[in-house]
């Protein structure tokens, strides 16, 4: 330890504390130095205690004492006595015998049952059945009647001195009965010097008017040049601050906005409620798709349809589902119910708000992307949500090409940070052809989305006659492979540490 270096680092209240524990023989208590120290505040002693204590000079030892005081109880048998006690009496000025009966016109209702109890588990009476039941007073109440027990005596104590250290066997008792005594720890400290504080003080040291903190009106007054300036000490323990900060999922979609900002996309947005026809006829989802089932969709109580007013394209999605209208399609062959089109659902993609945004600029050229709040009828596991977010987009160019598609994801991903990057084939309902995007991370291939063209069944309707490329990607997984998280569940888990810990993008 460099003793004249350490001793440059002290402040004030860290001098005063160690000349107060010299006076105190090495220990003593934060009053008894606050007390033998020119300080303002018991704060003061506390604060330069926990610093000496980061840079060895001194320990504190912390103590927890038990202390007590009465209760409510307490002092309703202070003033009456205890129910046991009133009823031991009763039964001694009644020969010994007293019935139950009896006995409830000696106490109160709710006071019989303790009583009963604590007579017999002291022994002080037992309970016999004859025509009525009956107390009979024993040997050791005829004794304890005239006695002050250990419980009266502690009561009368705590009566005369509020917060008493006890014995926690001598009140065990009390401590069991309901609002008879408050128990409260109270915790003490000790300061101690160290050996090393010990070598300071022995080397010595003045009290003098120093600078600790340069201000404006230190410099403007010239009182720098006057006085001494206390070094800093930069390797000095300090604590950890964490200040306000954007949520990782906010800030990674904040990112990925900017991203698709940078290369020339327009944000859309939709609503979480939408019609059946518009979630899923559009595209070209059949009536009967599995996936359009109670166990795989959130249907609406309120509302339960959602009028659709577009006739025009409801009889075209109707033919294109039916034979595939004037499409080369063959359709699905089923006869198309604008019923089952009206009914109101939780969105399952944010296709549903390219495919609007489509059918009312039908006009190339277009690139737009969403990021919004998807639902599904999941089971929450490590890797599934009822409730996530999906990053949609669509490019509607002219000539616009299944490679331009490849070009746009790889472009994205390495903007994100991913440097190798693959596709292979997929299928989705309303694409074709259709591919599934994966990364390399962590030694291994993620699969993170899928995208293609949409079908001629899908765009043709709404007015669309050039090739339309559109991808879903997910935000949950992707944060995953970011944030390096196993469980999708703890992106949503207000886990204070990580989330003050967790850098930003």
Same mark, same amino acid.
């Given at each position: 330890?460099?003793?004249?270096?350490? +001793?440059?680092?002290?402040?004030?209240?860290?001098?005063?504390?160690?000349?107060?524990?010299?006076?105190?023989?090495?220990?003593?208590?934060?009053?008894?130095?606050?007390?033998?120290?020119?300080?303002?505040?018991?704060?003061?002693?506390?604060?330069?205690?926990?610093?000496?204590?980061?840079?060895?000079?001194l320990n504190?030892?912390?103590?927890?004492?038990?202390?007590?005081?009465?209760?409510?109880?307490?002092?309703?048998?202070?003033?009456?006595?205890?129910?046991?006690?009133?009823?031991?009496?009763?039964?001694?000025?009644?020969?010994g015998?007293l019935?139950?009966?009896?006995?409830?016109?000696?106490? *109160?209702?709710?006071?019989?049952?303790?009583?009963i109890?604590?007579?017999?588990?002291n022994?002080?009476?037992?309970?016999?059945?004859?025509? *009525?039941?009956?107390?009979?007073?024993?040997?050791?109440?005829?004794?304890?009647?005239?006695?002050?027990?250990?419980?009266?005596?502690?009561?009368?104590?705590?009566?005369?001195?509020?917060?008493?250290?006890?014995?926690?066997?001598?009140?065990?008792?009390?401590?069991?009965?309901?609002?008879?005594?408050?128990?409260?720890?109270?915790?003490?400290?000790?300061?101690?010097?160290?050996?090393?504080?010990?070598?300071?003080?022995?080397?010595?040291?003045?009290?003098?008017?120093?600078?600790s903190?340069?201000?404006?009106?230190? +410099?403007?007054?010239?009182?720098?040049?006057?006085k001494?300036?206390?070094?800093?000490?930069?390797?000095?323990?300090?604590?950890?601050?964490?200040?306000?900060?954007?949520?990782?999922?906010?800030?990674?979609?904040?990112?990925?906005?900017?991203?698709?900002i940078?290369?020339?996309?327009?944000?859309?947005?939709?609503?979480?409620?939408?019609?059946?026809?518009?979630?899923?006829?559009?595209?070209?989802?059949?009536?009967?798709?599995?996936?359009?089932?109670?166990?795989?969709?959130?249907?609406?109580?309120t509302?339960?349809? +959602?009028? +659709?007013?577009?006739n025009?394209?409801?009889?075209?999605?109707?033919?294109?589902?039916?034979?595939?209208?004037?499409?080369?399609?063959?359709?699905?062959?089923?006869?198309?119910?604008?019923?089952?089109?009206?009914?109101?659902?939780?969105?399952?993609?944010?296709?549903?708000?390219?495919?609007?945004?489509?059918?009312?600029?039908?006009?190339?050229?277009?690139?737009?992307?969403?990021?919004?709040?998807?639902?599904?009828?999941?089971?929450?596991?490590?890797?599934?949500?009822? *409730?996530?977010?999906?990053?949609?987009?669509?490019?509607?160019?002219?000539?616009?090409?299944?490679?331009?598609?490849?070009?746009v994801?790889?472009?994205? $991903?390495?903007?994100?940070?991913?440097?190798?990057?693959?596709?292979?084939?997929?299928?989705?309902?309303?694409?074709?052809?259709?591919?599934?995007?994966e990364?390399?991370?962590?030694?291994?291939w993620?699969?993170?989305?899928?995208?293609?063209?949409?079908?001629?069944?899908?765009t043709?309707?709404?007015?669309?006659?050039?090739?339309?490329?559109?991808?879903?990607?997910?935000?949950?997984?992707?944060?995953?492979?970011?944030?390096?998280?196993?469980?999708?569940?703890?992106? $949503?888990?207000?886990?204070?540490?990580?989330?003050?810990?967790?850098?930003?993008?």
């Amino acid at each position: 330890m460099d003793i004249d270096r350490v +001793i440059k680092e002290l402040s004030q209240n860290e001098k005063k504390v160690l000349l107060s524990l010299k006076k105190l023989k090495g220990k003593g208590s934060p009053e008894d130095i606050f007390k033998n120290g020119d300080f303002d505040q018991e704060v003061e002693v506390a604060n330069a205690a926990s610093w000496l204590q980061s840079k060895k000079l001194l320990n504190i030892e912390d103590h927890i004492t038990t202390v007590y005081s009465l209760g409510k109880e307490g002092k309703h048998f202070l003033e009456k006595g205890f129910p046991e006690k009133r009823a031991l009496k009763a039964l001694s000025e009644r020969k010994g015998v007293l019935s139950l009966k009896d006995l409830s016109e000696v106490l *109160e209702k709710n006071e019989v049952p303790i009583a009963i109890g604590w007579l017999k588990k002291n022994g002080w009476a037992t309970i016999r059945k004859e025509k *009525e039941t009956v107390l009979e007073i024993t040997e050791k109440g005829k004794k304890e009647c005239s006695e002050v027990s250990d419980d009266e005596k502690i009561l009368n104590l705590l009566k005369e001195n509020d917060s008493v250290e006890i014995n926690k066997d001598k009140i065990r008792s009390l401590v069991s009965r309901k609002n008879v005594v408050r128990e409260k720890d109270v915790i003490s400290s000790t300061v101690n010097l160290t050996s090393d504080g010990k070598k300071v003080l022995e080397q010595g040291f003045e009290l003098v008017d120093e600078i600790s903190q340069i201000t404006s009106a230190v +410099i403007k007054n010239s009182e720098w040049k006057e006085k001494v300036i206390r070094p800093y000490d930069i390797y000095a323990f300090a604590p950890a601050l964490y200040g306000g900060k954007p949520h990782p999922l906010v800030d990674l979609i904040s990112k990925i906005r900017q991203i698709f900002i940078e290369m020339g996309f327009m944000e859309i947005q939709g609503d979480f409620v939408e019609s059946c026809f518009w979630n899923m006829d559009v595209l070209f989802i059949p009536q009967d798709h599995p996936a359009r089932e109670m166990q795989d969709t959130l249907y609406c109580k309120t509302p339960s349809k +959602i009028r +659709i007013d577009e006739n025009k394209l409801v009889d075209e999605i109707a033919k294109v589902h039916e034979n595939g209208g004037s499409t080369s399609s063959t359709g699905w062959g089923y006869k198309f119910s604008k019923s089952e089109g009206e009914r109101a659902l939780l969105r399952t993609h944010t296709t549903v708000n390219t495919i609007r945004y489509l059918y009312n600029n039908p006009k190339p050229p277009s690139k737009v992307f969403s990021i919004g709040r998807v639902f599904r009828k999941e089971s929450i596991d490590a890797t599934h949500l009822p *409730e996530f977010y999906q990053i949609e987009g669509i490019v509607h160019e002219e000539d616009t090409n299944f490679r331009q598609l490849i070009g746009v994801l790889k472009e994205f $991903y390495k903007r994100m940070g991913f440097e190798k990057i693959r596709f292979r084939p997929g299928y989705f309902p309303y694409t074709e052809p259709s591919m599934e995007v994966e990364v390399f991370w962590n030694g291994e291939w993620m699969e993170l989305g899928g995208s293609g063209i949409f079908r001629p069944e899908v765009t043709e309707p709404v007015g669309i006659k050039n090739p339309v490329l559109a991808w879903g990607l997910g935000l949950e997984r992707l944060a995953m492979l970011k944030f390096g998280v196993t469980d999708i569940r703890s992106l $949503y888990i207000s886990d204070l540490e990580w989330l003050r810990k967790k850098s930003l993008l």
